[in-house]
């Protein structure tokens, strides 16, 4: 598949689109520069993602200044645990007709409808409430009192977990963890940018973010990552990648000895999406193995599942998908 001039012309649009939104979030978010890369790549990959980090580091503030350089609706819901489904897809109220008396049922719609939405500690909500967005996620609708309804495209969920505080939590199953494009995760700032947030936080300064695209140009650009050419090798390689952590005989020994269950074959085709996404913003027409090994921790981090000999021993996914792309061959 050649691309054609006008794909070339939007390949570097959106190059230039990433500095400016890049350029606009300084305003607001100082640091964190590859969470939003990462945040970026998931947007016009069409995928979502799972935020894990300690209260305090920004999120809620970082993708709120996403969704206002975006020109997008953002809402917000803060899962608790006695939240409903009905309070995040909506709900049917009886009201009356104020000419002919009549009554009526009337669909009032939750915060789901949004084009960013923010699920703030989605595992403090018990697994009902969690699958009514996670439903919205895959199926990009919501089905209440007998009918279905599109949601709004573009359609981007952002979930936050706090990995400090598992009293009162309902930890999401892997199947459900699997609907993630990517897990991301929001680490503490250095102290120069520690001492820069205190300063700016502390005084009268009110970021003006300005906007750079809005929802129809995002949209453009989902399709155009989609036709992005993409070599054998690379997919090649990314398939390689995702079936090492599955623990089969042709894996490596680490792997046997530390996972109990690898990533499926969502795994690969977001390997390689995220690949073509990373790309693309930053000027490329064709993704890399370098794309496939930049994204890959945020891909597999969550799909691969330790067992009792890795947990004794204190070892973390990351550290196996870490060895996994220094040693899984390219050629």
């Known amino acids: 598949m050649s691309a054609t001039s006008t794909d070339l012309e939007s390949v570097q649009q959106l190059n230039q689109a990433r500095e400016r939104i890049v350029g606009e979030l300084r305003k607001a978010i100082v640091g ?11 947007l016009f990959a069409g995928g979502h993602v799972l935020l894990v980090g300690v209260p305090g580091l920004a999120k809620t503030l970082l993708i709120s200044s996403l969704a206002r350089v975006l020109d ?11 939240l409903m489904p009905s309070d995040i897809t909506g709900t049917e109220v009886l ?27 989605i595992n403090r909500t018990p697994p009902k409430t969690q699958a009514a967005l996670l439903q919205a996620m895959q199926e990009k609708e919501v089905t209440a009192g007998g009918q279905t309804m599109a949601l709004e495209l573009p359609f981007f969920v952002l979930a936050t977990q706090n990995p400090i505080e598992l009293e009162g939590t309902y930890p999401l199953p892997e199947a459900q963890l699997d609907r993630f494009m990517f897990n991301v995760r929001v680490d503490y700032p250095s102290q120069a940018e ?3 947030i205190v300063s700016s936080t502390t005084s009268s300064y009110v970021p003006q973010l300005e906007r750079v695209l809005d929802g129809h140009a995002i949209i453009e650009l989902q399709r155009l990552v989609r036709r992005v050419p993409v070599t054998e090798h690379v997919v090649r390689y990314a398939v390689r990648l995702a079936r090492a952590t599955r623990g089969g005989d042709d894996a490596p020994p680490f792997v046997r000895q530390w996972v109990s269950w690898g990533a499926g074959p969502r795994a690969s085709q977001y390997l390689v999406l995220g690949a073509k996404t990373r790309a693309v913003l930053h000027g490329r027409f064709a993704p890399g193995i370098e794309d496939v090994r930049a994204v890959a921790p945020s ?15 204190g070892v973390k996914p990351d550290r196996i998908v870490a060895d996994l792309v220094a040693g899984v061959s390219a050629d």
């Not at 964190?32 to 998931?42: F, G, K, R, S």
Request: glycine share 2%; net charge negative.
């Open 194 to 196: 520690e001492e820069q």
């Open 95 to 121: 009201e009356e007709d104020a000419t002919s008396g009549r009554r009526v049922m009337r669909f009032i719609h939750g915060p789901v409808f949004a084009n960013v939405v923010l699920a703030d500690e």
């Open 72 to 82: 997008l609706k953002f809402n917000r819901i803060q899962f608790t645990p006695d």
């Open 32 to 42: 964190q520069d590859e969470v939003i890369e990462q945040l970026l790549t998931a």
């Open 299 to 313: 891909v597999l981090r969550h799909r691969v599942v330790t067992n009792f000999t890795a947990e004794a021993e």
